[in-house]
């Protein structure tokens, strides 16, 4: 077996045996990656609790056939101020769960793993209102999945859109409309959230577009995902 350095983050653990457990970590350079923890379970554990969701680590691992074994883990930053605060956690739960979902194992995808550390950052630092549904709409454009956003997807009409539907892929016209109505207002914080203009997109305060655009983010990534995501939706929808 051979040993590895690299990044992580940790998604997610999963009790093996008496003592052990695999850790999913989403790391730099080695894509997601799931590493058994020899006795992190037991009291003097060596890893102690370095390897709880969330956590960013530098790790030592021998790479095995299915399951590598962490050899070493140090902490690079805990987020501390998302893990005392209910709401924040929540958000980077979801985060989480959505690299896990999209995150192929062994298989290195350093752009997704800087935009979620990116994303745990700015969370640590403050609550912004769009700080989930921006991650997300970025990690689509990641995933080539882009929304059209400048002309209608249906007839190319660059003014008067009203409507956004994801099977077309992006905006439409109101000729055009199908799919959900969407505010000129939302529609220019996704522009900015993905054009360049992130930082002023997270200063945005919370208000209707901001509701908006996170209802939009959260069904284009459920859409992508073929699923629902568990940890972001605060309350129940019929
Ligand atoms: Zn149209």
Known sequence: MSLYRDDGVVLRTLRLGEADRIVTLMTKGHGKVRAVAKGVRRTKSKFGGRLEPLSHVALLCWQGRELDIVNQAEVQDTFRAVREDLARVAKAYTLLEVVDQLAQERHANSRLYDTLLGALHALEDDDPPLLVPAFCLKVLALEGSTPVLGECVSCGAAADLVAFDLVEGGVLCRSCRRGRAVSAGA????????????????????GPFTTEVTDLATEAMEVHLDRRLRSLRSSPTA
């Open 187 to 206: 529609l220019e914080l996704v522009r900015r959230i993905l054009g360049g203009g992130l930082a002023s997109a997270l200063a945005e305060p919370p």
